[in-house]
């Protein structure tokens, strides 16, 4: 409606607010590149064009927002990413953020370099370069502190400023910024009261005092106001509050694409694809799991085979047991029994049912199902999701597959309250290994659409 009308200021914040909506949506990179650089192009036309020093100092926080929101973008993409396609992307975010800081700089605008800042900072964080951060961030408290007119600017440098201190391990001076945060200020940004409450809570029910402050109690309090208003609570990829994790990896090892001879209903995951999947289960054991959760793995071809179950990353044996079978017990060999093995998954977290916590099964497979139990397993699913509403399956799929609807129809759409996901990852590493993160994301209480 905006360009039919020829109105250029409504289509860029248009532009721009679709960017950020596409922004919340893995797997839509592209269109909300697209549409952050349209609503970039539209605030830079729009500024030339402008000579008076009111407007002109609009238009440039317009556009420092939307060069943010682009670097948001990349930063995202940086985090998800590896080697020089890592180093690449952080670039591009730092550049970004830098030219929205100077705008903000020039108009003043305190808000502005509070959010810039903490943005930028982040991503200095993230890169290990952490003597810029401090700098950058601590640069910026100061400022809006001595302003002192602003506090939706100091809300932000205070939350800033508690994240530098988790960085450097500093987690009490950490907590009482987030305390500060929460109890200085009547009305809270709720981007800004998400992190600290999010922070706040996985620092209080840290037991190690090198990892946070030991508070559980006050933690269980927190995260019980919480959860009503924020949904699930994660924190820097961890899970908070007991998950029971079962993983379902596909360790087929025909290749249909590449044999002339082989069944339609054959799949590979062999060579690079197995190793990339047993990295991304174990990093998810060692970074996203948290102690509570109790994590079990069946591996599965023409036939399954539970690998461990219901361990625990705070047992050592456990742990080191779990990570040695995921990286030498799954070689790709045999035929694709998908459907048993999820059937088996589900009878092992029902019979008997968990008593706490939230229950996920993450499942993997590159090929269509060759089992002769294949109606009764998928009957089975059927029944027992209809019956669990709680069950929360995510299935990644390599490539588009043939039966990619079949599994729509018995697990994914069955799931309850919006908690089955099919996540179809590029028949590629980097494709598998952002589809697990994907699927992170998930559990997390990030994401709620249907499928990426």
Known sequence: M????????????????????????????????????????????????????????????????????????????????????????????????????????????????????????QLYLVLDRNSEAEELITDAFTVVRDRNNDPIALQYACMNMGLLCEKNKKFAEAATWYMYVLQRFKVVVKFVQRICVTNLIALCMETDPKRGVNRPELGRVLKEKAEPIFGGIAKDGLFLGKKNIMFVLDCSGVSYFSSHIAPSNAGSMSGGYIRTCRDSICKIIEENCSDSDS??????????????SNHSKSKPNQKSDMLNKVRTETDANGGTAFYDAIAHALRLMTSPAETSGQNWI????????????????????????????????????????????????????VAGNGKGLLIRSESNLSGIQGAFGKAVRMMQGDVTMQEF
Do not use: P
């Open 2 to 121: 905006m360009i039919r009308f020829g109105n250029l200021r409504g289509e860029g914040v248009c532009a721009n607010n679709l960017g950020n909506v596409y922004r919340m949506f893995e797997g839509e990179f592209q269109k909300a590149l697209e549409k952050y650089q349209r609503a970039i192009s539209i605030a830079n036309t729009l500024l030339q064009s402008n000579e008076t020093v009111e407007s002109r100092a609009i238009l440039k926080n317009v556009l420092a927002v939307r060069l943010n929101n682009l670097g948001v973008l990349w930063k995202d993409h940086a985090t998800n990413s590896s080697g020089s396609d890592r180093t690449t992307h952080a670039a591009m975010a730092e550049s970004l953020f830098n030219k929205s800081l100077d705008l903000h700089r020039e108009t003043d605008n305190m808000e502005g370099i509070a959010q810039v800042s903490g943005n930028l900072g």
């Open 295 to 308: 994590i079990s793995m069946i591996k599965f071809n023409s036939q399954f085979q539970v690998l461990f």
């Open 362 to 413: 993450i499942s993997l497979t590159d090929g269509e199902d060759g089992s002769w139990k294949k109606a009764e397993s998928i009957q089975f699913i059927k029944n027992t999701l209809t019956l669990h509403r709680d069950f929360g399956v995510i299935v990644i799929t390599v490539g588009r597959l043939r039966n990619e609807a079949e599994i729509r129809n018995s697990i994914i759409n």
